[in-house]
């Protein structure tokens, strides 16, 4: 007899310790997320610091989380503390070996790292990367954008090959005709490079990424000395974002060419107090 009520008793106390432990395991992945949105919502802030603090909470209330991976990641390459954003996208691919963000943002700090150090072994990392993605997702225009802007330099055609790509994945994106421009831009096919910057404005013209495109199409008029349009694009550029030391050093050097010593003075005088400008 006794029996009779001890199982189910047992069985009903088993239940309620499993669901306890359930309630647990829910609220800590309820708290993670919370804290990978508030860690999205400082990134929009562009507070890197107290994004990477949030995501950081989120990873230590739910260790197998990929996404605070990725995030914190990004977070640190915008820091270009890029040693850490690598660990971090390389533990995002340990849980999800699949997932083309990882790769692409790994390679990404790749290819900042390479820019900061000169590390050819860097930007062969990245390349295999964005090849990684691409194999993952062969949609994926942000994948090929970034593969064409890592072989500006070693394979022109191929370059060019993976940003007309990335513009036929996703043609309304200013991003993709930015890059192509770039690489347009440091093999001096300066036309074509004019050409791409002045879509990348047309798609989104009051953005960051205008402000750069501006910048750069000023270059390439300079570079051409058609000097009052890259002084005009300059100008449009520092409107946007008057932080811009590369389109204060371009205007400089184009008032430079123009004979134009005192505003030449002042701008190259500016841009060289914005990038000595502590972070």
Not at 59 to 76: C, E, N, Q, S
Not at 84 to 101: F, K
Not at 116 to 133: P, R, V, W, Y
Not at 198 to 205: K, Q, V
Request: proline share 3%; net charge positive; hydrophobic share 40%.
């Amino acid at each position: 007899m006794k029996m009779q009520w001890y199982c189910p008793l047992r069985a009903l106390f088993c239940a309620v310790v499993l669901l306890g432990c359930g309630a647990s395991v829910g609220s800590e992945s309820d708290s993670a997320n919370r804290a990978l949105q508030l860690g999205d919502s400082l990134m929009d802030k562009e507070d890197l610091d107290a994004a990477i603090s949030a995501f950081t909470e989120a990873i230590r209330l739910d260790p197998k989380l990929t996404a605070a991976y990725v995030k914190r990641g990004v977070a640190y390459e915008k820091k270009r503390n890029f040693d850490m954003a690598i660990a971090d996208q390389t533990e995002a691919i340990r849980l999800d070996p699949i997932s083309a963000d990882a790769y692409i943002n790994r390679g990404s700090a790749y290819s900042g790292k390479n820019a900061f150090c000169g590390s050819k072994l860097e930007l062969d990392k990245a390349i295999a990367d964005f090849t990684s993605a691409i194999w993952i997702d062969p949609k994926s225009a942000r994948a090929y954008m970034h593969r064409g802007s890592a072989l500006a330099i070693k394979d022109f055609n191929k370059a060019i090959a993976d940003h007309t790509e990335a513009i036929r994945l996703d043609p309304k994106s200013a991003d993709g005709y930015f890059q192509r421009g770039c690489t347009y831009m440091v093999n001096n096919a300066l036309d074509k490079a004019i050409a791409d910057y002045t879509e990348a404005i047309r798609l989104n013209p009051n953005s960051e990424r205008a402000a750069a495109a501006y910048g750069n199409r000023g270059c390439a008029y300079l570079w051409k000395h058609d000097l009052d349009k890259a002084i005009a694009d300059c100008t449009e550029s520092i409107r946007l974002e008057p932080k811009s030391a590369w389109a204060f050093g371009v205007r400089g050097h184009a008032y430079e060419e123009k004979g134009e010593k005192i505003k030449a003075k002042d701008d190259l005088e500016q841009a060289k107090r914005l990038r000595t400008k502590p972070k």
